[in-house]
């Protein structure tokens, strides 16, 4: 049995280029090429539309000055009007098709990047926050499905009526067509200002939104841990910091904007000039007629619109490239972090799956200081270890690692004669199951919801497994039993009731080792006590992991490891540990004073 590491995993979640965020658009939409078509041409077309009643009127000015009859006027009036209304038809089109196309793209890249996020291994989405995870498939995608309303079919359709606008100058005459040109100079100045400077701090901002969504998702998981040790203001503090950096980066965004839309307006003044001045020296010479250049600055005024729409939502654009960046670069994860091997063999029974742990290091990717230091310990087959210590002591580091989350710079983890360092996620799976205080109940059936660690469970097992954590007395009372719908939507379920089904899942799983971190600690006292005894009924044969919240579950354990920095101090069973007068006895001490006064530090 062998394991490779290909590379080490960035903190962050990867964010793709530009370049190859367009590529995956562009692939995506040779997918739909019909849709696609139809709204290129619909674009098109209404951008021609928008442009030929200018020209026209350049007819009406020069068979003003011809004398041309009236009902030639008449009917170039007639076509004016004509090409105003199926304008506005082929525009309104146009931006239902954009609209169309990217709420499609939009879609298959939010399913993309949610399978994605669920087919990373655990220990990545430990590595790089649950913040940044959130932010890309929360607020990336709410900033794209924003942008895809707003700001891409303006800019879309204002990019092809610019081009059809210079293309009809040029129609009108060639030198006024260069004339309006000189304007691109400054233009394509501004933008290689603007460009270089704006996409970078696009990219600071959302990245300063992922740390303080992390900030707040931190602080709000362990507020009680925060209440009990006096961390508010820190907290508080960290999230106000985060807070005002997003702030102070979108200042400095629009202060970048402001100055981008001063220079585009000086191209503006630019090209304008340049067509007057030229116009005047054409019709002075005889080279133009009047209706020409009567035309060319109006149909350059005309791209003030559609350029000065292009500038007020490229801040927009810009946020959902920069979100765009983000998300397509979450489908590229690549899978290689993850450590491959020999999957195990089905367990024959729990009894036969010791835990051993050996010379356990692990430091944290930018750390300098090991969060666990030369861990040795023994969970004996089928027996149960609680691990305690104050916070930051490295329990749950401890347990993740036991449970095949993450990989140790140094010792080893083993499930029987397994090492976890030679299994993939998957594998690991099979032989260690993990329940934490972070149960969901996902939306529909509760049966639907129970079978997930079990596909083929039948109702009777569903139901025995409920008995077993003691919870199949209030599911007999929903209205339709195990097919009441729960989660969103459903039946509200309490805290308690939520820990009893994910119990209940723990129990229809085969797998031989459990690791339980903190599993009770949501619920009240009244609600942790029969939790407690469902956790007992749950592992019942199994070799268990506790990291205790509560010291009376760790009284229940058969012995207890007590962690301080990263190293065991202690071991021993509670009558041991307590007559020892250590540090467990003065954590003892400290929760039976706790227990008298209600107040349960965590």
């Given at each position: 049995m062998s394991a490779t590491v290909t590379r080490v995993a960035p903190a962050t979640l990867r964010t793709t280029t530009g370049r190859e965020a367009a590529r995956w658009v562009a692939a995506h939409c040779r997918e739909a090429p019909w849709l696609t078509l139809a709204t290129a041409l619909t674009t098109v077309a209404g951008a021609a539309l928008q442009v030929l009643p200018v020209l026209l009127l350049g007819r009406v000015v020069d068979g003003v000055v011809a004398g041309e009859s009236r009902s030639v006027l008449v009917t170039t009036g007639v076509l004016l009007v004509a090409a105003a209304l199926l304008g506005a038809v082929a525009t309104a089109a146009s931006t239902y098709l954009v609209g169309r196309l990217g709420?499609?793209?939009?879609?298959?890249?939010?399913?993309?990047?949610?399978?994605?996020?669920?087919?990373?291994?655990?220990?990545?989405?430990?590595?790089?926050?649950?913040?940044?995870?959130?932010?890309?498939?929360?607020?990336?995608?709410?900033?794209?499905?924003?942008?895809?309303?707003?700001?891409?079919?303006?800019?879309?359709?204002?990019?092809?009526?610019?081009?059809?606008?210079?293309?009809?100058?040029?129609?009108?005459?060639?030198?006024?067509?260069?004339?309006?040109?000189?304007?691109?100079?400054?233009?394509?100045?501004?933008?290689?200002?603007?460009?270089?400077?704006?996409?970078?701090?696009?990219?600071?901002?959302?990245?300063?939104?992922?740390?303080?969504?992390?900030?707040?998702?931190?602080?709000?998981?362990?507020i009680d841990t925060v209440r009990a040790y006096r961390l508010e203001a820190?907290?508080?503090?960290?999230?106000?910091?985060?807070?005002?950096?997003?702030?102070?980066?979108?200042?400095?965004?629009?202060?970048?904007?402001?100055?981008f839309v001063g220079r585009e307006n000086r191209a503006e003044f630019i090209g304008l000039t340049l067509i007057v001045v030229v116009g005047y020296a054409l019709l002075e010479a005889?080279?133009?007629?009047?209706?020409?250049?009567?035309?060319?600055?109006?149909?350059?005024?005309?791209?003030?619109?559609?350029?000065?729409?292009?500038?007020?939502?490229?801040?927009?654009?810009?946020?959902?490239?920069?979100?765009?960046t983000r998300l397509v670069g979450v489908l590229g994860e690549s899978a290689e972090e993850r450590l491959v091997g020999d999957a195990p063999a089905a367990p024959d029974g729990p009894a036969r799956y010791p835990v051993t742990v050996e010379g356990l290091t692990f430091t944290y990717p930018g750390s300098g200081e090991p969060v666990l230091r030369e861990v040795d310990l023994t969970i004996p087959a089928g027996g149960s270890l609680a691990l305690v210590g104050a916070t930051g002591a490295g329990k749950s580091t401890l347990a993740a690692l036991i449970a095949g989350i993450g990989r140790p710079q140094a010792g080893s983890v083993r499930i029987g004669a397994t090492d976890l360092a030679g299994l993939d996620e998957a594998g690991a799976r099979a032989l260690v199951s993990i329940l934490t205080q972070e149960t969901h109940v996902f939306s529909g059936p509760l049966a639907d919801d129970?079978?997930?660690?079990?596909?083929?469970?039948?109702?009777?097992?569903?139901?025995?497994?409920?008995?077993?954590?003691?919870?199949?007395?209030?599911?007999?009372?929903?209205?339709?039993?195990?097919?009441?719908?729960?989660?969103?939507?459903?039946?509200?379920?309490?805290?308690?009731?939520?820990?009893?089904?994910?119990?209940?899942?723990?129990v229809l799983s085969p797998s031989p080792v459990v690791v339980l971190d903190e599993s009770t600690a949501e619920a009240g006292s009244e609600g942790a006590a029969e939790l407690e005894r469902a956790v007992l009924a749950a592992c019942a044969g199994r070799t268990t992991l506790f990291v205790a919240h509560r010291l009376t579950q760790a009284m229940a354990a058969d012995r207890i490891a007590v962690l301080d920095a990263g190293r065991v101090v202690e071991q021993g069973t509670h009558e041991e540990l307590t007559a020892l007068g250590g540090r467990y006895a003065r954590l003892w001490q400290a929760w039976r004073e706790g227990s008298q006064g209600d107040h349960h530090p965590r």
């Open positions: 709420a499609d793209l939009l879609a298959r890249l939010r399913e993309g990047a949610v399978r994605a996020v669920l087919g990373m291994p655990s220990a990545r989405i430990e590595q790089v926050g649950r913040g940044d995870v959130l932010s890309r498939v929360g607020d990336d995608v709410a900033v794209i499905s924003k942008g895809i309303r707003t700001a891409v079919p303006t800019v879309f359709s204002a990019g092809v009526l610019v081009a059809i606008a210079t293309v009809g100058m040029f129609g009108l005459d060639w030198r006024l067509g260069l004339a309006g040109a000189g304007a691109l100079p400054a233009y394509a100045f501004a933008l290689r200002w603007y460009l270089p400077r704006s996409a970078p701090l696009y990219r600071q901002q959302r990245a300063a939104q992922a740390d303080r969504a992390q900030a707040l998702i931190s602080g709000l998981d362990g820190d907290f508080r503090a960290q999230v106000t910091h985060e807070s005002w950096r997003v702030r102070n980066l979108g200042i400095d965004v629009f202060r970048i904007f402001g100055r005889d080279a133009a007629s009047l209706g020409e250049v009567s035309a060319a600055p109006l149909l350059f005024h005309k791209l003030f619109t559609p350029l000065g729409s292009i500038m007020f939502t490229f801040d927009e654009a810009q946020k959902s490239g920069a979100s765009l129970l079978r997930l660690a079990a596909p083929g469970a039948t109702e009777a097992e569903l139901t025995g497994a409920l008995r077993t954590v003691g919870a199949d007395r209030w599911v007999q009372e929903l209205p339709d039993g195990l097919y009441t719908p729960v989660g969103e939507g459903g039946e509200r379920l309490d805290v308690t009731k939520v820990a009893q089904i994910a119990l209940a899942r723990l």
